[in-house]
């Protein structure tokens, strides 16, 4: 009897491991794609994680080369450009939608640029639980200094010096503008004084200062205690000068035609028309045009390599003059050496005196001058002028924000980098 217990037994603990077996089996077949997603989710993670990274390396290589762009469409042309290749490179499926639907090219107020760019990973193991994709998106700014906002022009006129009375605008003065913005940087007492018979009457009169003399006028839109920039910090190219002289000394006739290069204090004899060729020409030393003189300038840009070098004009002058629009020196008009330190610290006159007629368009960077400003014009000048000081003397002078854009700063391009 004992032996027969014993058997039957042994055989009810085979039939339960036999049963437990196959609720394991079942088990574990329930469970393994669970088991495998999770282990291998791991490895999707570490995958898509990796591709982000390469996405965002691509994108921020894209928006450096975009920033330097100043139009919103071109920026949005550099990056498709930049990124087509990648993108190729990743793999796309069918459904995988055009890279234009999956980027944006933002131009933001400060004249930085944002790109957003997204592309999906496609899973492995992941997939087991249901998560076919990962969606990716990667975000970068860039900022080329130096540059104005692409919605908008740089200021027409910007006062950098901080000095008592940087801008004097005596009785005479007729400024109108629609557009047009008057920065002054000066924040001493006072900053700016303007007297009466006199109207500046311009989108905006910026003043860092809080302090000023106001007798009489009329004076629309100030605004103190602003922030002002110089809107061209990162300066221009400057070129070398060459070995010899193009043009030197007096000439003579009643129509000069001067090729670019570098003028060597020259002095016009009579009242000449003096027409400039388009190109750079450097003005070393005193250039001397008599009143009554007629000058011409189209496609030009002049440029000062020391504080004593300018263009003197003796009054009743007719001046046309108009910026390159393309090339090196597009945009610019008239500009200033600014490298060396020791010529920045020795601040000097000078005097603009177009007083029979003017038209100009164009930046004017002569940081380191003290501009008196004689001029009259019934045109509207385009500029974006940026110096020292001012005084305004019996001007009318029409004016509205110079919006062709410039060719960089001093290194031939502009100073790009990534603000996040």
Partial sequence: ????????????????????????????????????????????????????????????????????????QKQQQAITAFLTGFDQDLGASSETPALSKRMTATPNSDGSLTSTYQRAYQTGFLGLLGIRTIELTV???????????????????????????????????????????????????????????????TAKFCVTGTNYIKNGGTLTNLKTACSVSNPY?????????????????????TSISLDPGLHCDVTFNGSPTIT??????????????????T????????????????????????????????GTYKGLLMFEKTSDSSNNA????YIFNGSKGETIEGIIYLPNRDVTYNSTTNQTSKISMVVNSMIMNSSNWKMEPYQGGSSGSSNGTKNVRLLN
Avoid: W
């Fill in 1 to 72: 009897m004992h032996v027969e217990n014993l058997l039957k037994l042994r055989q009810e603990l085979n039939f339960l491991c036999r049963d437990r077996s196959g609720n394991f089996g079942l088990i574990t077949a329930l469970l393994l794609p669970l088991l495998i997603g999770s282990a291998g989710g791991a490895l999707d993670l570490y995958m898509a994680s990796d591709k982000r990274a390469r996405m965002q390396v691509a994108l921020d290589g894209a928006v450096l080369v975009a920033a330097k762009e100043t139009d919103p």
């Fill in 139 to 201: 975000r970068s700014t860039a900022l080329a200094s130096g540059s104005t906002p692409a919605s908008t022009a740089a200021p027409c006129i910007t006062v950098l010096g901080k000095q008592s009375q940087a801008v004097l605008v005596n009785s005479g003065v007729n400024v109108k503008s629609t557009a047009c913005e008057i920065d002054v940087a000066s924040t001493s007492n006072p900053a700016f004084i303007m007297n009466s018979g006199s109207t500046i009457d």
């Fill in 233 to 253: 910090a990162s300066g221009f190219s400057e070129p070398n000068l060459p070995a010899t002289c193009t043009t030197s000394g007096t000439k003579d006739g």
């Fill in 276 to 293: 400039f060729k388009p190109g750079l020409h450097i003005i070393k030393g005193r250039m001397i045009v008599n009143s009554g003189s």
């Fill in 295 to 326: 000058v011409i300038a189209n496609g030009v840009t002049f440029y000062f390599p020391d504080v004593n070098s300018e263009v003197r004009a003796n009054g009743a002058l007719t001046f046309t003059g108009t910026a390159p629009t393309s």
């Fill in 346 to 349: 020795n601040k000097q006159q």
